[in-house]
């Protein structure tokens, strides 16, 4: 391979790599910042997860794949669990106190206190699982 289609081949992965990233950032201003994705103050969301027994926060963004992908599993979830979703994007605050890292993060509450944690993508099925885990009282594993 001669010097110029080494050249014409990285502009077009560099190309590529820009038509990405500008992609990805306007599907996020898109989406992320609507007024679907409420924002909550950190007295809401502590009254939030301690008002049902079993409560489980979904912390994700509308850009995020797998996120989206979850997202179509939640209503699925069977059990006596109140299932949330928080927008990371909009809710800065509650994303650095729970440490979220990587999206999706499923956060479990019960009785306003929090007893395990989870990332990833995780069928209704496994949901449901971990969840009944912890409607009575012990550990779940999934």
Not at 14 to 28: K, P, S
Request: glycine content about 8%; some cysteine.
């Amino acid at each position: 391979m001669n010097m110029l289609a080494s050249t014409r081949i990285a502009i077009g992965w560099i190309a590529l790599a820009a038509l990405i990233v500008v992609g990805c950032d306007r599907f996020r201003m898109a989406d992320g910042s609507g007024s679907d994705d409420p924002h909550y103050s950190e007295q809401q969301f502590d009254e939030l997860v301690a008002k049902s027994p079993l409560t489980l926060i979904k912390f994700g963004a509308p850009w995020c794949g797998p996120c989206r992908m979850l997202d179509e599993e939640l209503p699925n979830v069977t059990g006596d669990v109140e299932i949330v979703s928080i927008n990371v994007d909009n809710n800065p605050e509650l994303s650095a106190r729970y440490r979220i890292s990587g999206i999706p993060h499923m956060v479990m509450f019960r009785d306003g206190k929090k007893i395990d944690e989870r990332t990833g993508y995780y069928s209704a099925d496994e949901i449901s699982q971990w969840a009944s885990g912890f409607s009575h009282s012990g550990d779940a594993t999934l």
